[in-house]
């Protein structure tokens, strides 16, 4: 989120930016509404900081930063920044009073996404991860089908089937 430049943003889609490189992922019909959000707040801090300085050169991040308030300064998080996400979590944390370990929100979408019936591949292209075996260690997919097997299984219709086998 923190790399998503105003370009990324395309149409039904967005270009995310990511440790296997460029993806294109589909927006969810709440996203032009955010990112709407997203802009007025972007060009309200642009406005303050050309108050000060009006040749201030702007990201082209759709997510940005303004710190000081007599001479403010504009910028874009950076590539290794967690600011964003700490700003984000520690605002959460405070709304729910739960603690919000790190990737925790990463992980939760997946696992959300997977408790609804996403097929795991679509879950793998959405993180970027080259493998689904590491979308399932990182959602916990094994535990999850273990159980939904173990839900499976209902004694009668094995006594049944038993049954058939020895007749």
Known sequence: MARLRLQDVKGDQIIVRGKT??????????????????????ERLIEEARKYKPDIEVPDNLIIYKNYKEKPVIGAYGERSNSLDRKTRMAMERKYGIRIPNHSLRRWFGR??????????????????????????????????????????DVNRLKGILEEENE
């Open 112 to 153: 959300t996404m997977d408790a609804l019936g996403a097929d795991v591949s679509v879950i793998q292209r959405i993180y970027g991860h080259s493998s689904e075996s590491e979308t399932h260690r990182y959602i916990g997919t094994k535990f999850k089908q273990m159980g939904r097997a173990l839900k499976l299984l």
């Open 21 to 42: 490189g460029l993806r294109n992922i589909p927006k969810h019909t709440e996203t032009d509404r955010i990112i709407e959000r997203w802009m007025e707040e972007r």
